[in-house]
């Protein structure tokens, strides 16, 4: 039997941005969007991942982006963000348990939330605010 941990490192980070984008490659709904966009570009979005939840969960101060910014202009609904969450909460609860666990599925239900909330605003508007 394989007992789940709570993530602890940079390798678990790596386990766990490496297995949801591969869901999310494959994924019937997400796959066109994000196979589009980062076609040639996949493995350093996933760099660039390693680095966001490793600021994110542990402090690491390597992310210097604005994670916004990429997202602002994606073709996506209220859909995309339930079925992207439900990808990473069930990737999440696949490997570990534990109270950083459950702080990556918080983070990550807020980034969806405060992205979709943005992103809504700015349909239809001229310019869009990516800061």
Known sequence: MNTKHDIQALEDIKLMVDDFYGKVAK?????????????TYWVLHL??????????LFGVKEYVCNPFAKHAT???TAVHFERRL?????TV??????????DAKRRGL???TTF????????GKDRITIV
């Open 93 to 102: 609860d696949s490997h570990f348990e534990g109270p950083m666990a459950q």
């Open 86 to 90: 439900s990808l990473f909460n069930q």
């Open 27 to 39: 994924d019937e709904l997400l796959a066109p969007i994000f196979n589009y966009r980062l076609s």
């Open 110 to 112: 807020i980034m969806a």
């Open 74 to 76: 994606m073709p996506v």
């Open 47 to 56: 760099e660039k991942m390693y680095t966001f939840w490793n600021a994110a």
């Open 116 to 123: 979709q909330r943005r992103m809504n605003d700015q349909r």
